[in-house]
C-alpha cells in the first residue's frame, strides 16, 4: 500500500531539537519530491519545506531558513526534517506528503501554491512549552 509515516514528535523545550522522520511504503521515495507540512490549532496547514527527488533542490518557508533543515536517505526510504531553536509557536502536527506530479515532471519541488500533495500519512505532534 502507498503509505507515508511521520515519526519523531513529542514535547521539546523552547531552543531545543527535533528529529521528524518521513517513512515511505508502496513506493520509491527517490522518484518524487517530499513536502514537509505543519498545522496549528486554529489554522490552516502550511508547507515549510520541500526536498526534490534527487536532493538537489531544498526549500524553506522564509521564517524556518536556518532553523530547519530537510533531507533524505534512499537506503532507508526516508526523508527528515531537523528542527532547531524550537519556539513556541512551532508547536504543531507536522505531516509529509509526496509531490503528485507525474515522474516525467516530478523534478525539483514546489513551496509555492498552487501544489498538488498527496498520500497523507496521520501526522506526528511536536509540542514546544516549557
Known amino acids: 500500500q502507498l503509505q507515508l509515516v511521520e515519526s519523531g514528535g513529542g514535547l521539546v523545550l523552547p531552543g531545543g531539537s527535533l528529529t521528524l522522520s518521513c517513512t515511505a511504503t508502496?513506493?520509491?521515495?527517490?522518484?518524487?519530491?517530499i513536502g514537509w507540512f505543519r498545522q496549528a490549532p486554529g489554522k490552516e496547514r502550511e508547507l515549510i519545506s520541500c526536498i526534490s527527488g534527487n536532493g538537489d533542490t531544498l526549500k524553506y518557508a522564509g521564517n524556518l531558513k536556518g532553523r530547519f533543515t530537510i533531507s533524505r536517505d534512499d537506503a532507508k526510504n526516508t526523508v527528515y526534517l531537523q528542527m532547531n531553536n524550537l519556539e513556541t509557536e512551532d508547536s504543531a502536527t507536522y505531516s509529509c506528503a509526496r509531490d503528485l506530479r507525474p515522474p516525467a515532471e516530478n523534478y525539483g519541488c514546489v513551496l509555492y501554491k498552487p501544489y498538488n500533495y498527496g498520500y497523507w500519512g496521520q501526522g506526528t505532534r511536536v509540542t514546544v512549552s516549557s
Open positions: 508502496g513506493f520509491t521515495l527517490e522518484d518524487y519530491a
